[in-house]
């Protein structure tokens, strides 16, 4: 029987995340028969494409053995930002003069508030030596205290159709939140597969010493991962605020921890050095299914936490016995 | 050398070309004064929903409000169809109706006055508690885009719950008896997607007692 399974073994751990997301596929389709409509598809395709953005600069993160706990909050910060000065631009008293933004200017503003505070987490760790966790969770603190100053504590709504569009429309029969972070997978699957980053990302969560000691700019790396996570989460805050044309100061609450648990479903380990973008993608398309079918089956949402959260304990369980087997 | 310049220089181009794409420059006043100096007053709810019960609602609720009768006959045989005559603000599966009906009072309860409509079936017109979006949404007059935040637009309902509170139920509570015949306009809230037609309450606009 140990034969058997040890057999198996390098099988099963391959391809653990897409037997998993069929088991549960085929357990809620078999409980409710609204799940496996072409509708419900699109709608959870749509749900998951948030944390799709998220996850995947989180994994880059987590890859180089860090964490950035900070995304919900640069997300809620970032599409704040871009939904005031869309609505309100800025406005100079003292000068007589207002600045309006565009929706280009505005898109741009969002995304460079999020890489900029991606970047502001990556030189905190690197020049303080402080610890990803540390380091981000003050950001978490910060960004959320700097959307509500923002946001004065109130939604930003009445974003107009064009920014909606965003979060709303279709392209080619595919809903654009999905074309969009479908884009962001490909390129992310490219630099970690295919480019010196790639390289110098697993080398620096594998061993950093031995990366450094191979001539590998640790910080500049560091840096230039957070900026990217920031600068995806920013991404999702465009996507959520589009699609609720509404910029809510609450928004994006608890988003890592759906964030870290796609990375770790998906088979990333938390120690760094080892895993991929398509293994966070089916992370957070098992997170997003299960969402979506506790939610059909009328499961209380304080069950739905409950389940979640053994969910996530039952990948790392795996994933520890998985590296005790390499 | 030769090369890094222009690298540079079709950065720079490209960032200007960005930047005058991307913002615009105004004279304040000007832009206050195009906004009709909204910026700076605080929103009227009161005013607002005042405005909308008299110029809006009231005329909607004369000329476009849906049978209730043919609606829940329509809700039992094509549910997607019926819903075409359905409004909301958000996404989801909460809609809302302007309705119209005439009926008989069966019953006058704490909270509601039970009417048997001509065909039939039975609603509750909710006489205690008004709450809700309902008196807002379901006329579709009324679009997210006008408010500048969502405690604006829900102060609005609040204060079209007050005028059916304060002008609405206190003429008819007052006739109200078992027996009598009434005619009404009124909102309904129902679920797409979990649809139950039992126990109806709807939410009065305007209501004739005979």
Same mark, same amino acid.
């Given at each position: 029987m140990q034969l058997t399974v040890n057999a198996y073994r390098p099988f099963l751990t391959k391809f653990q995340s897409l037997i998993a997301l069929f088991i549960l596929c085929l357990g809620i389709s078999l409980l409710s028969d609204k799940f496996l409509t072409v509708a419900n598809f699109w709608n959870v395709l749509r749900q998951i494409s948030v944390n799709v953005c998220i996850s995947t600069g989180m994994t880059l993160v987590v890859l180089t053995a860090g964490i950035d706990l900070s995304v919900g909050s640069v997300l809620a910060l970032s599409g704040a930002i871009t939904a005031g000065l869309l609505r309100n631009g800025i406005q100079l008293p003292s000068a007589n003069l207002y600045i309006g933004f565009t929706l280009l200017g505005a898109t741009l503003a969002g995304l460079v508030t999020g890489s900029g505070l991606g970047w502001f987490n990556g030189w905190a760790i690197t020049r303080f030596k402080l610890p990803p966790f540390v380091a981000t969770l003050a950001m978490l603190t910060i960004a959320r205290g700097l959307t509500m100053l923002w946001t004065e504590g109130f939604p930003i709504t009445g974003l107009g159709d064009s920014f909606t569009f965003l979060g709303t429309g279709w392209f080619l029969g595919i809903p654009l939140p999905v074309w969009l972070s479908g884009i962001i997978v490909a390129v992310a699957v490219l630099i970690t597969n295919k480019t010196r980053l790639g390289r110098y990302i697993y080398a620096i969560g594998g061993s950093e010493s031995a990366a450094r000691l191979s001539g590998v700019n640790i910080n500049k790396i560091k840096i230039a991962v957070y900026s990217i996570a920031g600068a995806l989460a920013a991404v999702g805050g465009l996507l959520v605020t589009s699609r609720l044309d509404s910029a809510q100061p609450?928004?994006?609450?608890s988003y890592e921890l759906d964030s870290i648990a796609a990375v770790v479903i998906g088979g990333t380990s938390l120690s760094g050095g080892r895993g991929s973008i398509l293994g966070t993608v089916q992370g957070a398309i098992i997170i997003g299914v299960l969402n979506n079918g506790l939610v059909l089956l009328n499961v209380s949402p304080f069950w739905q936490q409950v389940v979640k959260g053994f969910v996530i304990l039952l990948a790392v369980i795996i994933d520890k016995s998985n590296s005790k087997a390499e | 050398m030769q090369k890094n310049s222009l690298k540079y220089a079709v950065l720079l181009v490209l960032l200007g070309v960005v930047a005058y794409n991307s913002v615009y420059f105004k004279k304040l006043d000007e832009v206050k004064a195009n906004a009709g100096s909204n910026t700076d007053q605080k929103f009227d709810a009161a005013a607002y929903a005042q405005t909308f019960w008299t110029s809006k609602l009231l005329p909607a609720s004369a000329s476009s409000a849906t049978d209730l009768s043919a609606l829940l006959s329509s809700l039992k045989t094509d549910k997607t169809k019926a819903f075409d005559n359905s409004h909301a603000? /958000? !996404? /989801?599966?909460i809609r809302y109706f302007l309705v119209k009906g005439e009926g008989k009072i069966t019953a006058i309860g704490d909270n509601d006055v039970t009417v048997s409509l001509l065909t039939g079936e039975t609603v509750n017109l909710a006489t205690e508690y008004i709450f809700g979006n309902a008196a807002r949404d379901a006329? /579709?007059? !009324?679009? !997210?885009?006008?408010?500048?935040n969502t405690t604006d637009l829900n102060n609005v309902s609040a204060e079209l719950n007050n005028i059916i509170r304060k002008k609405v139920l206190p003429p008819f509570k007052a006739s109200a008896k078992t027996g009598s015949t009434v005619k009404f306009v009124g909102a309904i809230e129902l679920n797409k997607e979990h649809l139950h037609l039992e126990n109806l309450e709807v939410i009065p606009i305007s209501i004739e007692v005979h």
């Open positions: 609450n928004a994006g609450t | 603000l /958000g !996404i /989801g599966n006329s /579709g007059l !009324i679009k !997210i885009t006008e408010f500048d």
